[in-house]
Each structure stands twice: as structure tokens, then as C-alpha cells.
């Protein structure tokens, strides 16, 4: 499977700022997808990611509050924009494989914490 | 609505016992199911994937799918107390939308 790897691992950030976590895979993948888990709770899909267009976003999730990227086939960002507390969570992207009917695989995550 | 439903537990088993954990989903044109271990602190990690009615073996474990009770369970063999973990299920639906269950926590006990 891909190695996957983000960054950073976690972060302490003030109310009011913007954090960009990077995912970066080893291999080129087609679909790359963010999620967002909160604590104690299951996988909730922010939006996938296609290179070369524009990001779909799930119900709920706003392109202003959660700015994704995706260059190229290797690397993806997102963004979360004016962070409140209800931010805190651990945000994971993860990459399908299509040799495996569409397995995803998810990289560490980052563990954000906003005060 | 697409829902992918399981019991949270906790579910606790003594070492070497069976450990049974189940879900059910409500989208019948689903066609891929997973298993995924997630130790606390950490990211999920696939244990098993399943897509055909019936059991599929890896080891110590064994997906079982049942598609006309939109049903899929994993068993753990001879657990182990390093198979304590929070288990999700996963069922792809449509344009690659995969939906997770709340996952089930799991503790085998020394």
C-alpha cells in the first residue's frame, strides 16, 4: 500500500487563526480524501480531492472554512480557516487504491487542539 | 441516508476467546466492505476487505458478508490483548463515498 505521511502530527493553535495540514503519498493516486475525526467519534469525509479540480465538499463542510488543494498526483493540503474550539479534532487524509476496488488507506493524521 | 450502523460496546473478551463484532448498512447496491483497526491514538488501519456473500479468511481473521441481510461481521480468533482496539466498519457506496460506523471498542483481557 502507499506511504502516506502529514504534517504537522499535531498542532496548538489560538482561536481566530488558519492551519494548513499537508498529505503527502509516495505514489501518484487519482482520489485523495480529507476526513475529520472528533473525539471519541467515527470518520466524518470532509471532501475528496481530484487533481486538477476543484474539491468536493460533503453537507456540512464549506470550501471558506476548509480550503483544499491538490497540485499533483503525489500531494494535497487543507486548510482550516478561523479556527474555533469546535475545530479540535484529528484531521486524516487518506488515498484509494484502485488496484484494490477502491481501498483506502489513511496516513497519521494531525491532532489539532484550538483554544 | 446512507448508514452504516454498529454496536459501540465496549465488547470484552478473555485472551483466546472469539471475539464477534457485527454491522449492518442500510444501502443494498453496496458492493465493498472493510474492516479497520484503530488503536487509540492512531489512524485506522485496513484489516480485511470483503465483497462477495459468504466468509473470507486472513489469519485469525474472518469476514463474513451477507448481503441480502445487509450484514457484515469480523471475527477474531484466539484474541489477543494486543487486538484491544476500536474496530470500524466501512461500506463504500457509490463514486467512491465511503461511510464508517461509529466502530466498536474492543478489550481482550489477560
Known amino acids: 500500500s502507499a506511504v502516506i505521511s502529514q504534517k504537522p502530527s499535531r498542532d496548538i493553535c489560538q482561536r481566530g487563526t488558519s492551519l494548513t495540514i499537508q498529505c503527502q503519498v509516495d505514489s501518484q493516486v487519482t482520489m485523495m480524501f480529507w476526513y475529520r475525526q472528533q473525539p471519541g467519534q467515527s470518520l466524518t469525509l470532509i471532501a475528496t480531492a481530484n487533481q486538477g479540480s476543484e474539491a468536493t465538499y460533503e453537507s456540512g463542510f464549506v470550501i471558506d472554512k476548509f480550503p483544499i488543494s491538490r497540485p499533483n498526483l503525489t500531494f494535497s493540503t487543507l486548510t482550516v480557516s478561523n479556527m474555533s474550539p469546535e475545530d479540535s479534532s484529528i484531521y486524516l487524509c487518506s488515498v484509494e487504491d484502485r488496484r484494490l476496488r477502491e481501498t483506502q488507506y489513511f496516513g497519521p493524521g494531525t491532532r489539532l487542539l484550538v483554544l | 441516508q446512507k448508514e452504516v450502523e454498529q454496536n459501540s460496546g465496549p465488547l470484552s473478551v478473555p485472551e483466546g476467546a472469539i471475539a464477534s463484532l457485527n454491522c449492518t448498512y442500510s444501502d443494498r447496491g453496496s458492493q465493498s466492505f472493510f474492516w479497520y483497526r484503530q488503536y487509540s491514538g492512531k489512524s485506522p488501519e485496513l484489516i480485511m476487505s470483503?465483497?462477495?456473500?459468504g466468509d473470507k479468511e486472513d489469519g485469525r481473521f474472518t469476514a463474513q458478508l451477507n448481503k441480502a441481510s445487509q450484514y457484515v461481521s469480523l471475527l477474531i480468533r484466539d484474541s489477543q490483548p494486543s487486538d484491544s482496539a476500536t474496530y470500524l466498519c466501512?461500506?463504500?457506496?457509490?463514486?467512491?463515498?465511503?461511510?464508517f460506523g461509529a466502530g466498536t471498542r474492543l478489550t481482550v483481557k489477560p
Open positions: 470483503i465483497y462477495s456473500n
Open positions: 466501512a461500506v463504500l457506496y457509490n463514486n467512491n463515498d465511503m461511510r
